[in-house]
């Protein structure tokens, strides 16, 4: 299988990884060239540099890229229940990535009004 595809939208040329894990192509990525050639380049840096941050200097390597896809396809097409969404939360909260989250069907926070209310 090639290691990424190149797609047109426009006269700008979009690139998909693929990710040999869930064994599909990753969302385009714009590649910023309206020729073919030059965005083969792109993407061949890409791969060999790390594939830069919006906004940012910083790169990221390519295999933290697919890792994170796959962590999102999982989560997507897997049949999850509540207690797994909590596991998820409490993983993403023991490394420091959230603070809280509210589980669907639980208590939560409470609006403003009923505070309120009940004060």
């Known amino acids: 299988m090639r290691r990424f595809s190149l797609y047109r939208r426009g006269r700008i040329w979009y690139a998909q990884l693929y990710n040999s894990k869930t064994r599909r192509y990753t969302s385009g990525r714009s590649t910023g060239e309206c020729s073919r050639n030059e965005a083969s380049l792109v993407v061949a840096g890409w791969l060999f540099d790390g594939i830069p941050k919006p906004w940012s200097n910083k790169r990221r390597a390519v295999r933290e890229a697919l890792d994170v896809d796959t962590i999102l396809t999982g989560i997507r ?12 939360v409490s993983a993403l909260k023991y490394r420091e990535l959230i603070e809280t989250a509210v589980v669907k069907g639980s208590q939560g926070p409470e609006d403003l009004t009923s505070f309120w209310d009940r004060f």
């Not at 097409?77 to 998820?88: C, F, H, T, V, Y």
Request: proline letters at 0%; aromatic letters at 0%; a negative charge.
């Open 77 to 88: 097409s897997a049949a999850l229940n509540d207690k797994d969404a909590e596991k998820i």
